[in-house]
């Protein structure tokens, strides 16, 4: 899996590519954690060009949405495709965290204070 990030004021997004598995967790451990020792106040992970994703990611999502509620930090989601969103749903993810079609979307919303 390749990790591209933007900083944006009012949070960073990571654009995750290809797949989210067991075999990409230390390239997405790395990348949130850098995010969240620069104190991010709204992680936003854009899932658009994921094709696929297993349990092991399910898990690092969760596990990074507790971490960031523990630093008064916001976690969401983007663009999951068709697999993936129906994988999303089926673990009930949305009612942890929101997850958006539209980056700006995500963007204008105020992280937690």
Same mark, same amino acid.
């Given at each position: ?34 995010? /969240? ?6 992680? @936003?992970?854009? $899932? ?6 297993? =349990?092991? +990611? %399910? ?25 993936? /969103? ?6 009930? @993810?949305?009612? $942890? ?6 980056? =700006?979307? +995500? %963007? ?6």
């Amino acid at each position: 899996m390749r990790i591209s990030e933007r900083k944006e004021p009012s949070g960073t997004v990571l654009y995750l590519h290809d797949r989210f598995d067991f075999g990409a967790r230390t390239t997405f451990k790395e990348a949130v954690e850098k995010t /969240r020792n620069e104190h991010c106040p709204h992680l @936003i992970v854009d $899932l658009g060009d994921v094709t696929f994703m297993d =349990s092991s +990611a %399910l898990g690092l999502l969760v596990v990074t949405y507790q971490n960031f509620k523990r630093s008064n930090s916001k976690v969401s989601l983007l663009r999951p495709q068709g697999y993936v /969103r129906q994988v999303l749903e089926l673990a009930n @993810i949305p009612n $942890l965290m929101p997850i958006y079609d539209d980056e =700006s979307a +995500a %963007l204008s919303v105020p992280a937690m204070v």
